[in-house]
């Protein structure tokens, strides 16, 4: 069983930045393949980013390569998401998401994780 706190959300201008962190439970953290979602008003749930066991081995949406970074730090239990040059579109619910997984992996489907945190809210100004 893995509990996920996410925090660093807020308010933001456009151009701006934030950093997202996601705090997770239990002590085998680093056998989790991680991942961010983010649901905006009215919209469905889209993947952001993931990340395997390390992460050296990372995926990104097209909406947001180039200007965000997944990376984690297995000491301290946490996974994180660095996002830089914000736009509007970025404004959602944003989600972590953990799924035990056998190999150095990453997942982009919402259905491949099981657990998920209670998300943290973006909103970017413009």
């Known amino acids: 069983q893995v509990q996920l706190v996410e925090s660093g959300g807020g308010l933001v201008q456009a151009g701006g930045s934030l950093r997202l962190s996601c705090a997770a439970s239990?002590?085998?953290?680093?056998?989790?393949?991680m991942g961010w979602f983010r649901r905006a008003p009215g919209k469905e749930r889209e993947f952001v980013a993931a990340?395997?066991?390390?992460?050296?081995?990372?995926y990104y949406a097209e909406a947001v390569k180039g200007r965000f970074t997944i990376y984690r730090n297995n000491d301290k239990n946490t996974l994180y998401l660095q996002m830089n040059s914000m736009i509007l579109e970025d404004s959602a619910g944003y989600y972590c998401?953990?799924?035990?997984?056998?190999?150095?992996?990453?997942?982009?489907?919402?259905?491949?994780?099981?657990?998920w945190g209670q998300g943290t809210q973006v909103t970017v100004s413009s």
């Open positions: 239990g002590r085998t953290f680093s056998m989790y393949a």
């Open positions: 990340c395997a066991w390390s992460d050296r081995t990372t």
């Open positions: 998401a953990a799924t035990y997984a056998t190999g150095n992996y990453f997942y982009i489907r919402g259905g491949q994780y099981d657990y």
